[in-house]
């Protein structure tokens, strides 16, 4: 590929490298981790196995969802990037986002989950047969206000009376919380929360550590007029989601006025006949006392 300016995802860069693709742009993502061959699946497998915290012998994704040579796309999606189907038959969704749409992401938690979930079925098939879900978020907003930078959730946790629920889990990587975490470099006697903070260090700043040198080479086949792109197309997707955002909360207060107007149409429709009733209860009153019968 010639080395003129270019907006394609993978091209050469002749000139000295200053910074890599981040991790957290869809293209990079894919390019790294969803390619097919040996090294890219091997990656995947890691990956996963330090998100989740399990042994995986294989983990491929969807066709639909492997690194395609596509330009930057300034429209919105709404999706998970990458779908994942492990060696034992759980199944798995990876989103990475450098926007978030904060006032309905647990819409989008649910709807994706329930869809993940759902996939699995076929027909005749018995739903205990089903397989856990995972679904994995690596996020460079707050999602989540007020939590660690990681936050996992698991809704094998909770029981009601006889059934217990173990299908759906969360693993949520908030980065805008890991500076703290990487300043205070707190040590973990635990391997999978060391494995996970290395991982998370890596995608706040990729050249910082060594056990994953493997991506970092993929990360900087990257050019820096292709990274630029992708970081324009980000903002752009930051300042539509900012307009979506206003007209969502526009709307929001206008269907509250609404509401409000509404309840108090309904109030003083309310008063108007408990005063109509009050007349005639007056009135009738009145004519029982005329005849002396009150």
Known sequence: MHSQKTTNIIGNNESPKTE???LLADCA??????????????????????????????????????????????????RFDVRVVMDDGDEAD??????????DYAKRL???????????????????????????????????????????????????RMFKFDTMHWCIIQLNYLEQAIREDAGHGNTYLQNLLDLCKFIAEPTRVEPFEDVYEDLMAFSAEQIEAYRQEMEE??????????????????????????????????????????????????????????
Not at 39 to 44: A, F, I, V, Y
Not at 94 to 103: A, G, I, Y
Not at 115 to 136: D, H, M, P, T, V
Not at 254 to 266: G, L, N, T
């Open 110 to 160: 649910s709807y994706y989950g329930a869809k993940l979930y759902a996939s699995q079925a076929a027909k005749g098939a018995k739903y205990k047969e089903l397989k856990k879900c995972y679904q994995i978020i690596i996020s460079q907003d707050c999602i989540f206000p007020n939590t660690s930078w990681l936050l996992n959730l698991d809704i094998s946790a909770q029981e009601n």
């Open 29 to 78: 993502f894919k390019y790294v981790y969803t390619r097919d061959n040996p090294k890219s699946r091997e990656n995947l497998r890691q990956l996963m196995s330090t998100l989740i915290g399990r042994k995986l012998q294989k983990a491929e994704p969807l066709a639909t969802e492997t690194f395609a040579s596509t330009q930057p796309k300034t429209e919105k999606t709404s």
């Open 20 to 22: 890599i693709a981040s």
């Open 237 to 294: 997707r930051r300042r539509l989601d900012a307009i979506s955002t206003r007209k969502y909360t526009e709307e929001l207060i206008k269907q509250q006025e609404e509401e409000i107007a509404a309840s108090r149409q309904a109030i003083e429709a309310s008063r108007q006949e408990l005063e109509a009733e009050k007349a005639r209860a007056d009135k009738y009153a009145a004519i029982l006392k005329q005849h002396g019968l009150l």
């Open 94 to 103: 990876v989103e990475v986002q450098l926007w978030t749409e904060k006032d």
